[in-house]
């Protein structure tokens, strides 16, 4: 359980900060939603919209140091955070997943920047 979660939590990471698309299709639920939180409002993507985006990066390696903790986690969902530290700032992405299947899935992501 803990190996499969921790290699979507690698496969979201190489999608996000490494440019690596070739798992993208599978690393999302159908319904996924992105939140991002701005300055003024939180933005909101759904799975379509953001996959485009990462096969729109696809092949740029972002400048960052990049962690990730399992926060807690059950048979059938887990709650991580990942931490892409750049120079000046610091994006963390809140992850949902939960087990669609035989198979882990991310259900939604809530960006900060700090």
Known sequence: MLTQ???ILNAYIASVAQGNVA???TL???DFKQNISGKDRIYSYNKDQIVKQLKNN???QQDCICSYQI???TKSSAIAKV???YDNFTKTDYLTLYQ???Q???????????
Do not use: P
């Open 5 to 7: 979660t921790t290699h």
């Open 23 to 25: 798992q993208i299709g």
């Open 28 to 30: 999302f639920t159908n």
């Open 58 to 60: 696809k092949g740029i």
């Open 71 to 73: 926060i807690e986690q």
């Open 83 to 85: 931490s892409m530290k």
């Open 100 to 102: 669609d299947g035989i």
């Open 104 to 114: 882990w899935k991310i259900s939604q992501v809530n960006t900060t920047y700090h």
